[in-house]
RNA sequence: GCUCCCUUCGUCUAGGGGUUAGGACGCCAGGUUUUCAUCCUGGUAACAGGGGUUCGAAUCCCCUAGGGAGUACCA
């Protein structure tokens, strides 16, 4: 049993485990949610564990309601946590500043085993001995180099160590990096990765507020957790030696690294940001926000009217393919297609125009029944009240004009009211001195029409059109614009239908009215 | 400045020594349509530059340039 078991393949390979560890330190930004994704398809796909961490060791960015948004923003993606402060899990808490206790064992753990050490220099002091490097064109780095000449347990007997802290002086424990050495890492996107411990510099690992920094806290929480694969932005390659070196420090065995290609703005340099979103009119986060502190706002994709699997849709091609020429993929495929070794190693530019493409690629799948029931809540939430019974042909007519329900209100208010003005242009094209008489001609006929529905309106129209010898486009357009304002829209029978034949009557009287008041200025 | 990462149409990308360098978005044109949109057809448009290696480089190596990230007692 037991050769089997060593034997056997699943046995031998650990399950999958991965987190997503954001900062409570507002709402979580479409780059983040994209590695939220990511993260939640490997483990999906390997039949592993999802686990969400609370990483807010810095007690002076806590943002009230921001780890609520995370949940939220996350949930409304699809992206479930098997493990999370909400849900709990065998390694809970799953809160960094309700693990604070645990970090001073492994903090003392490496002060013992040489590995860190205490430094009582001042933020003043080390700002100081930058900006003096900087004049020199150089940079300072708190490291082998340097670390004799500063105030730290390295330069002191172990009496003047404990008395300083004893005074209560405060300190912060330090990475004591090797000297002459080279860290060989190996990315699952970008392939090996060596550096040069000199150009690394003593990371403070615990800080003198008596909380550990991200990167204690991150390696000590991944290897507790039992966390196999580590999948994050891009953003945290330059500190993967420091982590790696700390995995070796404690003896642990690491994790697998995969290191996620940056989200960068549409236009000019520089990865997306909020201004971006404010600047070109698009949303950078999942879900609106109002920061606490300043009232600000910001625009999330939900309440600019995207279907969640449409935005998940989006980010997930963007820095991943498949290798097929597919482009739109449910969660559950992409679950299936997913890879790592897909993901692409350069920073991929967000699109706008793309993203309300893969939007309208949704509607579209989307039944007239499904449509009418959200084309009922943008109405309501406008106030408008619209008969029930004719939300589904609204939809039926519009949902391939437009990559949003809310836009079928905005491109088919005609259904919902009367024009409030004519389009200029359509007037001068469309509006002959004939028309008014022909129109005036077409509601009498309309007018005593048995059955006022598409069909035989369309029958209707056809027959006056041959009857009075008229041109079919000049008839069409001059209602259409009667009806509707403009030349835009669906068929007009439908129109009329749908609008009804009373409304059609007034529509014409009034549209006639107004028009010839204009032309004969 | 220093360290690390990256570089195919405007954008997302396929391609991994021999391809008419493919697809998608956008844009343009034509067709369909009473209009607009959808849809269909077609078009526009790319291997950053320079050196190697090779019979042959978009593909491998080097340099240059450009871009990005990091450089905190933030994550």
């Not at 999802?50 to 990483?55: D, H």
């Not at 009232?295 to 091609?317: H, I, Q, T, W």
Request: aromatic residues 10%; negative net charge.
């Amino acid at each position: 049993m037991l050769t089997f078991a060593a034997q056997n393949k699943d046995f031998m390979t650990p399950t999958v485990r991965v987190r997503f560890a954001p900062s409570p330190t507002g709402p979580l930004h479409m780059g983040g949610v994209r590695t939220a994704l990511y993260n939640y398809l490997f483990a999906r796909q390997h039949g592993g564990t999802m686990i969400l961490r609370i990483e807010d060791t810095d007690q002076t960015r806590y943002v009230p309601g921001a780890e609520d948004y995370i949940m939220e923003a996350l949930a409304w993606c699809g992206i479930h946590f098997d493990e999370s402060p909400a849900n709990g899990g065998p390694h809970a808490p799953y809160r960094q500043s309700e693990r604070k206790a645990l970090y001073k064992q492994f903090s003392d753990r490496l002060i013992q085993s040489g590995h860190a050490y205490y430094a009582f220099d001042t933020p003043e002091e080390l700002e100081a001995l930058r900006k003096a490097a900087e004049a020199r064109k150089e940079t300072f780095i708190y490291n082998a180099a340097t670390r004799k000449t500063l105030r730290n347990s390295l330069n002191m007997s172990a009496e003047e160590v404990g008395a300083l802290i004893a005074e209560g002086t405060p300190f912060v424990v330090r990475f004591k990096i090797p000297e002459h050495s080279v860290v060989e890492m190996d990315d699952l996107i970008r392939g090996r990765v060596v550096v040069k411990t000199e150009t690394l510099d003593d990371k403070v690992l615990f800080k003198s507020d008596g909380m550990p920094t991200y990167h204690l806290a991150n390696i000590v929480d991944d290897h507790l957790m039992e966390i196999t694969h580590v999948i994050r932005g891009e953003e945290w390659l330059p500190s993967l030696p420091l982590h790696v070196l700390l995995y070796q420090a404690f003896g642990w065995e690491a994790p697998q690294f995969a290191h996620l290609p940056l989200l960068l703005r549409p236009d000019g340099n520089g990865k997306l940001s909020k201004r971006d979103g404010d600047r070109l009119g698009f949303p950078v986060f999942p879900l609106a926000w109002t920061d606490p502190f300043t009232g600000e706002k910001s625009s999330g994709y939900r309440e600019a009217g995207y279907y969640p699997v449409a935005f998940v849709n989006m980010l997930a091609l963007l820095g991943w393919n498949a290798g097929t020429e597919q482009e739109i993929f449910s969660m559950d495929e992409l679950v299936k297609a997913f890879s790592l070794e897909r993901v692409s190693k350069s920073g991929a530019r967000f699109d706008p125009a793309k993203t309300r493409w893969f939007n309208q690629q949704y509607l579209l799948k989307r039944s007239e029944e499904q449509l009418a029931e959200e084309l009922r809540i943008v109405l309501n939430n406008k106030g408008i009240k619209a008969a029930d019974d004719k939300l589904v042909p609204i939809c039926r007519l519009m949902k391939e004009r437009v990559p949003f329900v809310h836009e079928i209100y905005d491109e088919g208010r005609f259904f919902f009211e009367a024009p409030q003005s004519y389009d200029e242009q359509v007037v001068k094209k469309r509006w002959k001195e004939e028309s008014a008489t022909q129109m005036l001609q077409l509601a009498a006929v309309l007018e005593k029409v048995a059955e006022f529905e598409p069909v035989a309106l369309d029958a209707l129209l056809q027959q006056f059109i041959a009857d009075n010898g008229l041109n079919t486009g000049a008839v069409m357009n001059a209602l259409r614009l009667l009806l509707v304002g403009t030349s835009k829209g669906p068929h007009l029978s439908e129109i009329m239908w749908i609008i009804g034949r009373e409304e059609t009557l007034k529509r014409i009287s009034a549209g006639i009215a107004h028009l010839s008041q204009i032309t004969q200025n």
